[in-house]
């Protein structure tokens, strides 16, 4: 069926080191990309966005990169920090739907040792 | 500026009970969702209002319904409670443009059904 969904499921990095975070989707109409961060106990915290119109946008200490050729979506986190740790979600959102309705992949819990 | 609020943070009710769940969206935001996180998984969607009238439905049965009120907060009702429906609840609004925009999450609350 129609997913957003992620390779991996636990990502396990050092503290300073580049995170990157990868998402797999399968629906071609998707047009929108959001990345969201969920620390326990708390709801999903918007990071960082993209429009199918972009292949990359940079936020602070984030970067989103978007193929639409391998309909592939990344979030690069630079000089991890412990308070990164938490559940990655990506999230599409497709043209057809009117307002705003989010496919979420499943998530990836990252984790950064000092 | 407050947040997406949701209440009650916490609910326990047993197998055949109701339960209604109430958010406010942030101030100004016309669209409120309500998705639900089972533990270990993204969030999926279930219903989307927007100017009082419903936009979307996920795909969950009639046991679910919701609705939302002239200031733009939303309940959200569970009837015949079953056990598979304790999860984390999560309000979000997003901005008053009826389009894909970015969600903001509440803390959601989280049910569970003994």
């Known amino acids: 069926g129609e997913s957003v969904g992620l390779h991996l499921p636990t990502l396990s990095v050092q503290e300073g080191d580049n995170s990157i975070i990868n998402c797999a989707y399968s629906n071609s109409a998707s047009d929108y990309f959001i990345w969201y961060k969920q620390e326990s106990g708390k709801g999903p915290q918007f990071i960082i966005d993209i429009r199918s119109n972009m292949d990359k946008r940079q936020g602070q200490r984030v970067t989103v990169l978007l193929n639409k050729t391998v309909k592939h979506l990344s979030l690069q986190i630079a000089a991890t920090q412990p308070g990164d740790s938490a559940v990655y979600f990506c999230a599409e959102n497709r043209a057809e739907t009117s307002g705003s309705r989010l496919t979420f992949g499943e998530g990836t819990q990252l984790t950064v040792n000092p | 500026d407050a947040g997406v609020t949701q209440s009650p943070t916490h609910l326990i009710k047993t197998r055949g009970q109701h339960v209604t769940l109430r958010c406010s969206p942030i101030s100004g935001h016309k669209s409120v969702s309500w998705y639900q996180q089972v533990l270990g998984q993204g969030p999926q969607f279930i219903f989307q209002y927007y100017e009082k009238e419903e936009r979307g439905r996920g795909n969950f049965p009639d046991r679910f319904s919701a609705r939302q009120f002239p200031n733009y907060s939303s309940e959200l009702n569970v009837n015949a409670l079953l056990l598979g429906d304790s999860a984390l609840y999560l309000c979000?609004?997003?901005?008053?443009?009826?389009?894909?925009?970015?969600?903001?999450f509440g803390s959601g609350t989280q049910l569970s059904v003994l």
């Open positions: 979000a609004s997003s901005p008053p443009r009826d389009s894909n925009e970015k969600l903001f």
